[in-house]
């Protein structure tokens, strides 16, 4: 090799990143829960990745080299036979006979590919809503946290999965609530994915006095901390709650968050659908207005930082509340300083004491109206 050569070798190797030579790991996960099948690929760093049909089949191609794992599964519930690894830059999505149409996006914080795959599901046991809760003289809050099953949330710098966190805090706000007189209920107790329309069902069956949604935030940048509350408007805030509000819909598409269609066979409108749905959250905007208001100087109080402010946002999850609702984002979990403290049972039990303690003032203020 001549002295040249090997200077312009080494020149290449220099001005090409080493993570361009390694396979990008890629975990696929499928869920049946919702009215669609839902395939969703998570891959360790972001992707470039197309998807096709081929005759009874759906083809991801990726840019980059990928490891899929498992690199084959099966589903086989009609609409979805399976999928399998062909090489390592395609995954090949098998379809049933039931198979209508497909839609596929792609998520941030974690880089996933979501594949919402639609048709006529074989006949399979149905996933159950959370049941009503028992009759009791006490008021019920709904606990809705966030995400769950293949939707994970956003994902801290060193793996916390939000939906996993949510959840943790949900459990711990019912049993503290319940010490309250509360009848908690929460949406999902378990990790599988709810569509936003149920999780507001929930609360509608149990004619809940409140429903309080648990979300963690995230940002591209990683100095970014502290919480958020939202309650439902048709137009956001700003265009920071426009975006936020946007990636939490669209990360739950096809989950039992579709409109279903109509008896002429057309789907409905969905600004229309939340227009409609605003106009019946009119007669509860101020008291979600005050509850997102104590809930967020509470979390000021606690986080010490600077007030991020209460904002209104198009928020799917809230659209069918027939009662006061928020959605909470109760920290920056892409904060590492944020997502380590959400490691820590001490300060999850100062997030939830916090949560009752706005809920709590909130009810007496509303109770003293009356």
């Known amino acids: 090799m001549s002295p040249a050569f090997r200077i312009a070798a080494a020149a290449l190797a220099l001005s090409v990143p080493l993570e361009a030579f390694a396979k990008n790991d ?8 919702g009215p669609s099948t839902r395939l969703v690929v998570t891959f ?22 990928v490891a899929f794992e498992p690199a084959e599964g099966k589903v086989a519930d009609g609409i979805v036979e399976g999928w399998k690894a062909e090489g390592d830059r395609n995954l090949v999505v098998l379809l049933g006979p039931g198979y209508r149409r497909h839609e596929s996006f792609d ?29 009791r003289a006490g008021p019920v809050v709904v ?13 801290g710098p060193s ?3 939000e939906k996993e966190i949510t959840l943790d805090l949900a459990r711990r706000l019912a ?6 007189g509360v009848t908690a209920v929460l949406t999902r107790d378990d990790d599988r994915i709810l569509g936003l329309d149920d999780r507001t069902a929930v609360a509608n069956h149990n004619k809940a006095e409140l429903f309080v949604s648990i979300h963690l935030n995230a940002a591209r940048g990683k100095k970014a901390l502290g919480a958020e509350t ?72 606690l986080t010490g930082t600077r007030d991020r402010g209460v904002r209104q946002a198009p928020f799917r999850v809230l659209m069918g509340a027939t009662m006061p609702a928020i959605l909470v984002e109760v920290g920056f979990i892409s904060n590492p300083e944020e997502e380590a403290r959400f490691k820590d049972d001490a300060y999850k039990d100062k997030v939830v004491e916090a949560l009752a303690r706005a809920i709590g003032a909130f009810r007496a203020r509303t109770e003293g109206a009356r």
Not at 26 to 33: E, F, I, L, N, R
Not at 107 to 133: F, S, T
Not at 143 to 155: I, K, Q, S, Y
Not at 289 to 301: G, H, I, P, S, T
Request: aromatic share 4%.
């Open 107 to 135: 998520l941030k914080n974690p880089a996933r590919l979501v594949l919402d795959v639609e048709g006529k599901r074989a006949a399979v046991a149905a996933v159950p809503v959370a049941p009503a809760a028992p009759r």
């Open 26 to 33: 890629a975990k696929v996960t499928a869920d049946v829960s």
């Open 159 to 161: 793996g916390a999965q």
């Open 230 to 301: 939202y309650y439902l408007a048709t137009d956001a805030t700003d265009d920071e709650a426009r975006t936020l509000a946007g990636l939490e819909n669209k990360g739950y598409a096809g989950a039992g968050s579709t409109p279903a269609p109509t008896s002429a066979g057309e789907t409905p409108d969905p600004s229309l659908e939340l227009i409609l749905w605003d106009l019946a959250q009119n007669r509860y905007l101020e008291e979600s207005a005050r509850l997102a208001e104590a809930v967020q100087r509470e979390m000021n109080e």
């Open 143 to 155: 606990v809705d946290p966030g995400h769950g099953g293949v939707e994970t949330g956003a994902l």
């Open 175 to 180: 049993t503290r609530l319940e010490r309250d």
């Open 44 to 65: 360790e760093r972001s992707a470039d990745c197309r998807v096709a049909q081929v005759a009874a089949k759906l083809e991801v191609t990726c840019a980059d080299r």
